[in-house]
């Protein structure tokens, strides 16, 4: 098969389509047939050299897919081969075939393409894991998503409204807050021009947010616990600004407040497969509801990765970017 290789960290032509050996499903394992797979910000930092797959696993990016079961591994019940899915990987998704434990399984939502529903599983678990799984989101709680317009907040202030939550959001655009409006955010906050903190203590007559969830990480670090409510719960999933910040802790003890923070790629089997089997019971019935949507910005070629990566460090898009086979 061919897959889109790294034999060297760099730019975005680091990435180089080349003949591969075929993937082989092992115990607990089928094999998919790719048609589609989707991009996400660790992709662009494993092609950098930074964020290196966990052993054993697949060294091609791609961390979600979506095609046809074209194989079944040995002790696999419930699939057969045919069945199109869409699935959360650990790896490889950018190749034409992909090995993926049964767990990580997710059917194509009725009435999607594989294209769109290869935007789904990565943007999907991330979300459900972190907004409802540890942040513990209630209907009628205020919830501040940073980073509304990307794939991320896409989903996340669907899903939040879906429940019944009020959404806050940033981005830096007029353009990408008028999207984030569009999907059902209720106050918007352009980072460049606004202070979030402050816009979220006007939103919420002084309260605060009761649930923030930042993709920023040391640079956000304590402005987001200022705008914490009583009782709050910041879940860091990101790291885009930074790694390292100073805390004041009594801010977080007069709070009484919570901070997490999670990823999703190095979870051990047994997780993914609790995170996947709750979005399928929760998330899946909105999709095929039409309450919930992929937001996908544009489709490329699988060829063309390289140019779907330079869109993603422009912060050109709107939700997500896919690669077709």
């Not at 040995?74 to 057969?80: H, I, K, L, M, T």
């Not at 699935?87 to 490889?92: E, I, K, P, R």
């Not at 047994?270 to 995170?275: H, M």
């Not at 899946?284 to 993603?312: C, I």
Request: one cysteine or more.
């Amino acid at each position: 098969m061919h897959a889109m290789t790294i034999p060297q960290p760099g730019g975005p032509d680091a990435l180089v389509w080349a003949e591969v050996p075929d993937p082989v499903p092992g115990e607990g394992e089928v094999l998919v047939e790719v048609a589609a797979s989707a991009v996400n910000r660790a992709d662009l930092l494993q092609r950098q050299g930074f964020y290196d797959p966990p052993p054993g696993s697949s060294p091609y990016p791609g961390l979600e897919c979506a095609g046809r079961i074209a194989a079944l591994g040995p002790g696999v019940s419930g699939w057969a081969v045919g069945d199109e899915v869409c699935a959360l990987l650990v790896g490889g998704g950018y190749a034409q075939r992909v090995a993926v434990p049964v767990g990580q399984l997710l059917p194509v939502p009725k009435g999607l393409t594989p294209a769109r529903a290869a935007a789904l599983p990565e943007v999907a678990c991330t979300v459900w894991s972190n907004l409802f799984m540890v942040a513990h989101l209630r209907p009628a709680e205020t919830v501040l998503l940073h980073g509304g317009a990307s794939g991320i907040g896409t989903m996340a202030i669907q899903l939040a409204k879906a429940v019944g939550a009020r959404v806050l959001v940033t981005a830096g655009s007029p353009e990408k807050l008028a999207r984030c409006a569009e999907l059902g955010a209720d106050v918007l906050i352009d980072y460049r021009e606004q202070d979030f903190v402050a816009e979220v203590l006007a939103a919420t007559d002084g309260a605060g947010a009761d649930v923030v969830l930042d993709i920023m990480g040391a640079k956000y670090l304590q402005r987001n616990v200022d705008a914490l409510a009583v009782n709050g719960r910041l879940v860091i999933i990101g790291l885009q600004g930074g790694v390292k910040a100073e805390l004041d802790l009594s801010t977080l003890l007069r709070k009484r407040a919570a901070v997490a923070a999670t990823t999703l790629r190095s979870r051990p089997l047994a997780e993914k497969a609790a995170i996947v089997a709750a979005v399928r019971e929760h998330v899946w019935p909105l999709v095929e509801a039409g309450v919930v949507q992929p937001v996908v910005d544009r489709e490329l070629p699988l060829t063309e990765a390289a140019e779907a990566h330079r869109v993603l460090e422009a912060g050109e898009q709107v939700g997500k970017v896919v690669l077709t086979a």
